[in-house]
Structure formats: C-alpha cells, structure tokens
C-alpha cells in the first residue's frame, strides 16, 4: 500500500526503533506517521542488527516485515539513482552510501532526511531538510 510521506528515515533510526534505549522512544513515533524508506536501509539494518547487535536472524525477519508493513514506499535502488548518488556526494561531501540513502530520499519527493549521521538543518538541492530528531 503507498500512502503520501514526506519523510525519509535513515538506517540508525529504523536500528533505534528496535532497540531498548532511549533513542527508541522518538524513533518508534517517527514509525508511527508515514514515512519512506529504501531497499539500501532495509539491508543496512539487516546487516547493522546482525553484525553488530546479534540480533537472532528470525527476529531480523519480523522486523524487516514490521518495517515494510507500516512504510508508505519502499525505494528501489537502481543506476539513475547511484548516478544521482554520486553528483550528491561531490557537491556535498557526503560519504557515497549516505549519498545513495539522500538521492532516495529525493526520488521519493520526501522534505526531511531524518538521521542524526549528517549535517542537521542542512538542505539539500533546494527542497529536502536533513533532521536529527534526537536533538
């Protein structure tokens, strides 16, 4: 089902809604309106939830479905957009996958780039504002 979401949310806060910390909480409400992510972030937190938390394959699983189930889109990655990744990350200096995860973000029309791994307040190309709820 594709509902209108005007917010892009990064890995670390699909990794924090998962958690028991005390970056869940903000990060589950972020959850709870639509929102956008990308195949990139779905295997970032596949891979984030295993190597680094041990996090039971399974629950890895049901996660990803939970994820997939509450999103409005699901962005495909594919060459238009790792081109477009590539012109971001030299005009901002972003690192590449970073990069990849904005041009996303972009693709989808969204307006916030939530994320606490770059730059808050910064807009990018004119029209999407990275956010760092945490603050």
């Known amino acids: 089902m594709t509902r209108s979401a005007r917010n892009f949310l990064d890995t670390n806060i699909l990794i924090y809604a998962f958690a028991d910390e005390a970056r869940t909480e903000k990060a589950q409400s972020l959850l709870a309106e639509p ?3 990308s195949v990139q972030a779905l295997s970032e937190f596949a891979n984030v939830s295993r190597k680094k938390l ?14 997939v189930k509450l999103s409005a889109t699901i962005v495909p990655i594919d060459e238009k957009m ?17 990069a ?3 041009a996303a973000a972009l693709e989808a029309n969204c307006e916030r780039f ?4 770059l730059h808050h307040g910064l807009l990018v190309e004119m029209h999407l504002t990275v956010t760092n709820p945490f603050r």
């Open 82 to 98: 790792t081109l477009a990744a590539l012109v971001l990350a030299e005009r901002y200096k972003f690192p590449f996958y970073d």
């Open 100 to 102: 990849l995860m904005v």
């Open 35 to 37: 929102f956008v992510v």
């Open 54 to 67: 041990g996090v039971p394959w399974m629950d890895i699983q049901e996660a990803i479905k939970t994820i």
């Open 114 to 117: 939530y994320s606490e791994d």
